[in-house]
């Protein structure tokens, strides 16, 4: 007899940490809070880190335990971003739930139409939003890449323009400084309709970061102020390198980094208790013998789904990191680096997963790249959603009609379950070999340049409207009037 109360499906998880080991590395980033302290490099902060009951000798601030307990008990447990054209909620990040996206700021970017490497601009953002848009497994943009055809005091307003005309999925922005935050908060909530629904529908969030170890600087302590003070959620992820800028042991940079993200969780709960707030980090090693910030290193990979481990015990949403790689072209090296981590990522439980379609360890970026980590996100997706298994799935009258000798191929029951228990790849192939060179014999690289191609040419995302976009233009234009003063 079948049992009427069991669960039908569990997820296939990957832990790194037990709870006695998140206990010990939370209480040592706490301990290093209070005993060594960080430094905050604006003076709106130390005030109210001073008021907040710290510590402060200059810059040097000294958080007590309970203040980093009540920062983690305000906190919300869930940060939801929604389409910008429609205001609904496509993600919730809380629990297990994993979405992916690709990173922000780097320098070059691969032409699909060359394939040389060119400095990136407001085209290749353009390019890249697009087709993140139409990516199916891409859940939010980041703009990969940083606009530099235009004055660099104000690139950060052309590179939210550039995604938000050719995307309608969540964005998560990165901003010069305080005042370059400030204009893109006011574009939101003008494409938003206002302060109140963009702080209701929130669709945007920021990237910032500490400086490791353990400082906070004048910007980005600003822009955790400003987050609060609008009730704007922010992601705030330390950049760590083992040996480099933290301990060399995986324990000891794991506690530091984590120490950098509580003191900034502490600052925007002061400025306001409720804020949502995103911790993580990327965490991974310098390499000694190129001095690199490794993306393909296995300890990236390791402490990466640890601190998943942490945030899921502390019940808090985390940004993670994903679908990158060390190496210079889209090569083998390049697709198991980014497979690996795609894997283990999806498997550990982060939610707001980033850097998918970098290349070069962060240098450059490439829509091939992150066109097959569509796909691959697909398939660790399947994987982590386990196998149902119930009296519909176990399918014994279907088996028992069928009997020994038979198919199921014409089975109702198999015409109605093969779509949802089966993945299908969009560019892995799965043909026979007649059939593949009868379709050209084309590389996995040649189908995604080619998916990548007719998405630029023929895909074509949800426009905003051109009163809000001309009013986004004179945001920009305004930003570099001042410049001429």
């Known amino acids: 007899m079948l049992r009427s109360s069991y669960q039908t499906s569990a997820s296939a998880s990957f832990q790194v940490l037990s709870d006695d080991q998140c206990r010990r590395l939370i209480g040592a980033a706490m301990e290093i809070l209070e005993r060594t302290g960080a430094l905050y490099f604006d003076d709106e902060a130390l005030e109210i880190m ?46 297990g739930n994993a979405y992916f996206g690709t990173g922000s700021d780097t320098p070059f970017f691969i032409d699909p139409y060359t394939q040389n490497r060119i400095p990136a601009s407001r085209k290749t953002v353009s390019m890249a939003a697009k087709v993140i848009d139409a990516l199916p497994n891409m859940d939010f943009v980041m703009s990969l890449g940083i606009v530099q055809d235009v004055h660099q005091l104000v690139y950060d307003r052309y590179q939210f323009q550039s995604m938000v005309l050719n995307t309608s999925k969540p964005i998560v922005i990165t901003a010069i400084d305080l005042e370059g935050y400030g204009d893109i908060i ?28 353990l400082q906070h600087a004048n910007d980005a302590a600003q822009k955790l102020i400003l987050a609060g003070k609008k009730s704007l959620p922010v992601v705030y992820t330390p950049c760590i390198m083992a040996g480099g800028t933290v301990p060399a042991t995986m324990a000891g940079a794991m506690a530091t980094g984590l120490a ?6 502490v600052l925007n709960q002061q400025t306001n208790e409720g804020n949502p707030f995103i911790m993580g980090g990327v965490f991974t090693v310098m390499d000694m013998k190129t001095t690199i910030f490794a993306y393909g290193a296995p300890e990236f990979d390791l402490m990466q789904a640890a601190l998943a481990d942490i945030s899921n015990f502390l019940d808090l949403p985390m940004f993670g990191t994903c679908g990158c790689t060390d190496a210079k072209v889209v090569d083998e090296q390049a697709l198991i680096e980014a497979a690996l981590s795609i894997m283990i990522t999806a498997q550990s439980g982060a939610n707001l997963n980033h850097d998918v379609g970098y290349i070069e360890h962060g240098n450059c970026s490439s829509l091939e790249h992150l066109s097959i980590c569509d796909d691959l996100i697909g398939y660790a997706r399947k994987v982590v959603n386990g196998i149902e298994v119930n009296e519909e799935t176990l399918a014994l009258d279907v088996i028992d009609k069928v009997g020994p000798g038979g198919n199921f191929l014409g089975e109702d029951h198999t015409m109605k379950h093969f779509r949802e228990e089966t993945w299908y790849p969009r560019l892995f192939t799965r043909e026979i070999y007649e059939s593949w060179v009868g379709n050209g014999s084309k590389t996995l690289f040649q189908r995604s340049n080619e998916r990548v191609i007719d998405i630029l040419e023929n895909y074509e995302p949800d426009p905003l409207p051109k009163d809000v976009q001309l009013k986004i233009k004179e945001i920009i234009q305004r930003a570099e009037a001042k410049l001429e003063l």
């Open 50 to 95: 001073k008021r907040a009951g710290c510590f402060v000798d200059g810059n040097r601030v000294r958080i007590p335990f309970k203040l980093v307990e009540k920062a983690l008990n305000t906190v919300p447990r869930k940060v939801t971003l929604c389409n910008s054209r429609t205001g609904k909620p496509v993600m919730e990040m809380e629990g």
């Open 186 to 213: 006011e574009m939101c909530e003008i494409i938003a309709g206002g302060e109140e629904a963009l702080r209701n529908n929130p669709f945007m969030t920021l990237y910032a970061e500490p400086i490791s170890p």
């Open 260 to 265: 950098e993200s509580l003191s900034g969780l």
